[in-house]
């Protein structure tokens, strides 16, 4: 969706225009439906899958993952128009794709409730998204406000809450990474949380496990950390089913059986082979 000629007219010789790579999550469900039918191991989340795409030297195999593009911001010292809202049309009239939930707010109140409303419908949308980017929309105002070293002072991001929903605990498993450091992994039933369907996340190590007092059959709250990375926050306690049990964490490495070893002041277990 990145135009190779810019359409209408009116466009300068030379200009700067900012925007990011996404995967949307039907695309990211068709690709991972096709990794699994081929036995090859899934794909964590559209955020990452869209990272390492990029990073892929075969065009060929960067095209069939279907990425698409949005442009949000026309910087530099050329002066399209008199407002950020204004170069968005214009970056549309030219052949760039601009999100089509942008708006243009008169007051405080306008942005608060336009905060409220993507709160609850977030998930509504076809990509990821953790929060806002509130902007001021005079160009003349973002130039006298400026920049720090790291961001500018004309703009603020507001990040939801995280969504949070709950499912069931069913075992634990153990990946052991090249370094030899042990990572608990929970099983879950499938859920639907911020777009995409999730039955795996980190319980990072043992410490965690303790910290929640995790049993295998708990009803678990689940987050994404950051919209991304699944994670267990809490448990409800209220649901605990009789045939729940405390996890016992592994003396040995699930690999090759060794005995695991955990030093002082490190977090994880780690295998001495």
Known sequence: SIP???QGEGWPSEFEIRGELVMPFDVFEKL???????????????????????????????????????FYYVPGEIKLSESHTQNLELAKKWGFKVSEHTRKCANIGEVIEF??????????????TDGIVIKVDSISMQNDLGTTAKSPRWAVAYKFKAEQVETRLLSVSYQVGRTGAVTPVANLEEVQISGTKVKRASLHNADQIALHDLYINDQV?????????????????AKRPADAYRIEYITHCPECGTELIRNEGDAKHFCPN
């Open 32 to 70: 991972n439906e096709e990794r699994a039918a081929n036995g090859e191991e899934l794909l964590a989340n559209p955020r990452n899958t869209t990272s390492g795409t990029i990073k892929m030297q075969d065009s060929s195999l960067v095209a069939k993952r279907q990425l698409d593009s949005y």
């Open 4 to 6: 190779l000629k810019l």
């Open 221 to 237: 709250y689940l987050e994404k950390g950051g919209e991304i990375i699944p994670k267990i926050v809490g448990v409800n306690l």
């Open 115 to 128: 905060i409220h409303y993507w709160d609850v419908n977030r998930s509504e949308l076809p990509v990821a």
